[in-house]
């Protein structure tokens, strides 16, 4: 009789919760989905006390699985995954490859935990007393950069976008509140209007493909238009786990639609008309001034050297494997 923590594969129901909360958004932004993913795969090889190193593998690749199709064009998920099973199959015992995946998932989750504090030191230099800032969804990354120029003394204030259909901008209002920095909130078609009255643009990212181009929050494409109009820099705050070394293969990032429900009751809709909700959307490299990474502020245009460096060829081939 198999423990009632596990399931028939073999993979824990807190890897399963973990999945399924990824699936229904209840665990979201890119960095929290990463570690939480990292999490569930270092229970998993915690959880299993046998000898079989097959059996091991097994378990992890059911449990690989489980998560990447929780949220399939998620990058930062996929990266994570990948960087916590690193080397897995090199592994000759089966408490080689235990301590291996522990060990992975407590250094990215480590790395991963600190590139937001690193991402705010480094990002705040470029914010002066005085400045507006604009930000759309709820990036931590992106407030990180915020909450340090405000620590530096930095008189800071904020226009924060209301972000449709799940309002994130909410949560942004209260984090800004919580750290008594002023802020806005707009709804998101009031983007151009309010530019007139911001020096500079913050946002965070989901995705930063090899060519610079910036996957990010449905909306985020047309924050950078009007930031270009108003000739206001648009700055980027991306952890390196964001970049995503499927897109030097080729692959396309699938833009993910989900529920038209969470939009409108379509019993309150005419007959035949259909509703589009697509999370994200793609900002050209072009319209990026920066990225602010934990290893320094790049040009859009040097992602794929980040990617090289930072995430190594090994993920560009397993990429390419899928």
Known sequence: MRPSHVDKDGVTLGLIEIADSIKSMEIRGAGLIARSAAEALREQAQEYQGDDLAELHRRLEEG??????????????????????RGSSKATETEELRALVISNADRFIERSSKAVEIIGRIGSKRLKSGMAVLTHCNSKAALGVIKAAHADGKDISVYATESRPWRQGLLTVSDLAAAQIPSTLIIDSAVRWSMKEVDVVLVGADTICSNGALINKIGTSQVALAAEEARVPFIVCAETYKFSPKTVMGELVEIEERDAREIVDPRELPAGVKVRNPIFDSTPAEHIDSIVTEIGVISPYAAYEVIVNELGQESIFEANEG
């Not at 690989?64 to 998620?74: E, H, K, N, V, W």
């Not at 930062?76 to 916590?84: E, R």
């Open 64 to 85: 690989r699985r489980s998560l990447i199709s929780s949220r399939p064009t998620a990058i930062s998920l996929w990266n994570a995954v990948q960087a916590t099973l």
